[in-house]
Each structure stands twice: as C-alpha cells, then as structure tokens.
C-alpha cells in the first residue's frame, strides 16, 4: 500500500535559518505529491504540490523536487521566518481509483525572533 | 479564501448529548472526506465520499455517522458523545478524477466532551 515518512519534529529554529524538512513515500505507479501547512487553530492548506518525477513546486519561498529515484519529496526554505511557525504535513495521491490522499504523520515547525 | 465551511468552529458539550457538525462546499465537488486529528496532529480518515447517497468508513474506525443527501453538504453526526470524541475534525473536498488535484480543507472543529 501506500506510505509516507516524514521526518519526526519538532524542529526549532531562528528567523533566517534554512529549512530541510524530508519526506518520503512508497507508492504504486506515479503518484502526486503534495506539501501541506497547519497554522495554529485553522485547517490545512495546500502549500505546493508536484505531479510528476523531476517536477518542482514552489510556493512562499518554500520548495520541494519530485525526485523519483529516491522517492523523496523533501521541503526545503531558503530563510525562514517567525510566521512560518505551523505543522508541516506531507502527503501523496495516487490516483487511479483511489482519490484517499496518504499523509505523512507531521512535522512541527517553531521559528524564534 | 476558503470555500468549504465547517461549523462549529468550537464546541463543549457533555457526555451522551447528540451533535452534527456541519460541512458545506461551495466548489461542486464530489469527492468529501472526514479526518480525526489527534493531539500529536496525526490526521485519521474517518469517513469519505465519492458523491451523492455514498458514504465509506475510512481507515480509523469511528462511532461517528455520515450523509450525504446533496453534492455541498456532508454532515458528521454523534449519536452519544463520549470524552473519547475529543478531537479536531476537519472536513475536506476534491475535485476531479485526477489524483493530482489535492484537497480543500475546511477550519476544522475542535470537539470537547465533558
């Protein structure tokens, strides 16, 4: 079946610092893959998304390739700031008659003045 | 700008009382889909549904009911509230047939029972 790991936080980090947050997935055919923010108290958005291999989304300043050698989707920002503060969720589709989304379990992210 | 609605936003209610939260869209979307999440912000999917009169329990089995009588409106309803109900629920849509297009979420209500 389908799975996606994401690196356990929280991370804790100071404003301007660069972000690496890893994501990985086990999936059958070509999947969709999608990064998701969670701000306090509010629903998910979708942050970026790829939706096929060597794909890059971008969005915010935030970034992530669609790598499928590795099966990696890994978010990555440049300089980070105190608003970026959320949980970072990542998740897959891959399609076909399935429309579930598989998401990742998480990721909290605290940025410091 | 949001397009899917979730009421209430917050609700304390005691145990063994009935309550429906609410989840309309405005997209026309068929696709719809309940998650439970819990204080270590793991996202469950409780119900789903592909469109009109159909309903599927997801991957986290729930005492929670659904339905789904028009395409905007997907309601989760409590017969008995229990403190083990406590939880965020996010109500979500999809559009298309594609596996590439995502899902909208709703704010979310977050679920106290006393």
């Known amino acids: 079946g389908n799975s996606v790991t994401q690196m356990e936080g929280p991370v804790t980090l100071s404003e301007e610092a660069f972000l690496t947050i890893n994501c990985t997935y086990t999936a059958t055919g070509y999947p969709s893959l999608f990064w998701y923010v969670q701000y306090p108290g509010e629903g998910l958005q979708l942050l970026l998304k790829?939706?096929?291999?060597?794909d890059k989304g971008s969005n915010k300043g935030f970034e992530a390739t669609y790598r499928k050698e590795t099966t990696s989707f890994h978010l990555e920002k440049g300089s980070v700031q105190v608003s970026d503060s959320a949980v970072y969720f990542c998740a897959l589709n891959s399609g076909g008659s399935n429309y579930k989304l598989t998401f990742g379990k998480g990721t909290l992210l605290t940025v410091n003045p | 700008e949001a397009d899917i609605y979730q009421t209430p936003r917050y609700l304390v209610i005691g145990t063994g009382k009935k309550i429906t939260l609410e989840c309309s869209q405005t997209?026309?979307?068929?696709?719809m889909y309940w998650y439970q999440q819990d204080p270590g912000m793991e996202l469950h999917l409780i119900h789903y549904?592909?469109?009109?009169?159909?309903?599927e329990k997801g991957d986290l089995s729930s005492e929670s009911t659904v339905s789904r009588i028009r395409t905007e409106h997907f309601p989760l309803t409590l017969e008995s509230a229990r403190p083990s109900h406590t939880s965020q629920y996010l109500c979500?849509?999809?559009?298309?047939?594609?596996?590439?297009?995502?899902?909208?979420f709703g704010s979310g209500t977050r679920l106290t029972v006393v």
């Open positions: 790829a939706t096929k291999a060597d």
């Open positions: 997209m026309g979307h068929d696709k």
């Open positions: 549904s592909y469109g009109v009169n159909s309903t």
């Open positions: 979500a849509s999809s559009e298309g047939n594609r596996g590439s297009y995502g899902y909208t």
